[in-house]
């Protein structure tokens, strides 16, 4: 927690624009609006008419569109029609999708005119993030979008949990590039070294099958294309317990260390950071998406108005990555 008041004076310092599409959708987002207002911490984007807002946001760090009237939803338009032409889309259909809040808010990012978007208390995770797949991609250096969930409780490590809320049955060459983002999210949030636990059912070939194998893989391939500590595959006993990894079979310093958690697949990252968090009391903050060319951040359909204001937090600090 301490890292999390860290990390909200650091996001201070940073001059950027967040749209949040959702502020006349949901009452939390628009709590969490005023509060980001009053508090300073960013200059937002709300979508809507004037007379939807309160006093409050009637600010210099306020802009509020109302989209059907934007003068430049012709030029948005035609850009998506180019973007997405070669996929089948057409110039009608790409004229209807930019008057969606969600599509409408990736063509602001597109065009330099806000820096994140935090979106998903109201839209479904899919609704958020595929016009973020299509229209903002990936940083060029970077081929998989992935969502990471920061874990955090008062007197223990920050831990990061990956994937948790995107790729639904990721490849070994997946679950690489998954280890290695998440791997370079740990280092730069937290300023530590980051520990990679690579999770299975199995520690080091004590089970036998196509879903070992698969994070076996991913370990060698990671730890090929990386200089990161990553080991695996292992069982998240050994991750967490230094003398079961030991008695297991895990010699590296991962062993008993780990900071970073590797999923298999999303049922197991999704399940466990609700189970850490609702049986362990650890505080999730995210989803956070990794590797998208400019900062794109999903919430939970169960979020409160709290946890927006620190994903805001979060989206100002990923502009600098
Ligand atoms: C987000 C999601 C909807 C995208 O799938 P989809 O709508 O079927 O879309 P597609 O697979 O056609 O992908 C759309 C585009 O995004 C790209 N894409 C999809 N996943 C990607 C990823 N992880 N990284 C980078 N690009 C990705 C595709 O390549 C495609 O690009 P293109 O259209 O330019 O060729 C899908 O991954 C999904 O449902 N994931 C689970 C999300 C979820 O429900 N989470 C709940 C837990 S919070």
């Given at each position: 927690m301490e890292l999390l008041n860290e990390l909200r004076k650091r996001s201070k310092t940073i001059n950027a624009t967040i749209v949040l599409p959702e502020a006349n959708l949901d009452k939390r987002v628009y709590l969490a609006c005023q509060k980001i207002l009053k508090k300073n911490l960013a200059k937002i984007i709300v979508f809507g008419?004037?007379?939807?807002?309160?006093?409050?946001?009637?600010?210099?760090?306020c802009q509020i569109i109302d989209i059907s009237k934007f003068k430049r939803l012709d030029e948005f338009a035609n850009q998506l029609f180019e973007l997405r032409k070669n996929k089948g889309l057409t110039l009608s259909e790409a004229q209807k999708l930019v008057l969606e809040p969600g599509y409408f808010a990736m063509m602001l990012l597109k065009n330099n005119m806000a820096d994140g978007v935090v979106a998903g208390a109201y839209y479904s995770t899919a609704d958020t993030l595929r016009p973020a797949l299509q229209i903002?991609?990936?940083?060029?250096?970077?081929s998989l979008v992935t969502g990471a969930m920061l874990m955090l409780k008062y007197g223990k490590k920050p831990l990061v949990f990956a994937?948790?809320?995107?790729?639904?049955n990721p490849t070994s060459e997946n679950l690489a590039d998954i280890a290695i983002s998440a791997a370079e999210f740990y280092k730069t949030l937290t300023r530590k070294t980051p520990k990679v636990a690579m999770l299975s059912?199995?520690?080091?070939?004590s089970a036998k099958s196509e879903m070992v194998d698969k994070v076996a893989l991913a370990t060698k391939l990671a730890q090929s294309k990386s200089t990161f500590h990553i080991d695996g595959e292992m069982q998240v006993d050994s991750a967490l317990n230094k003398a079961v990894a030991t008695k297991k079979g895990?010699?590296?310093?991962?062993?008993?260390?780990?900071n970073v958690f590797i999923f298999p697949d999303l049922n197991a990252g999704n399940i466990s950071y609700k189970l850490v968090a609702r049986l362990g009391g650890y505080t999730a903050i995210g989803p956070i998406m990794l590797n998208f060319n400019k900062p794109v951040n999903d919430l939970s359909r169960g979020c409160t108005a709290d946890e927006i204001v620190d994903t805001v937090v979060i989206t100002k600090l990923l502009t600098l990555f």
């Open positions: 008419k004037p007379k939807d807002f309160g006093e409050e946001f009637k600010s210099n760090n903002i991609k990936t940083k060029p250096n970077k994937d948790v809320s995107l790729v639904e059912y199995s520690t080091k070939g895990i010699k590296s310093d991962v062993g008993g260390n780990a």
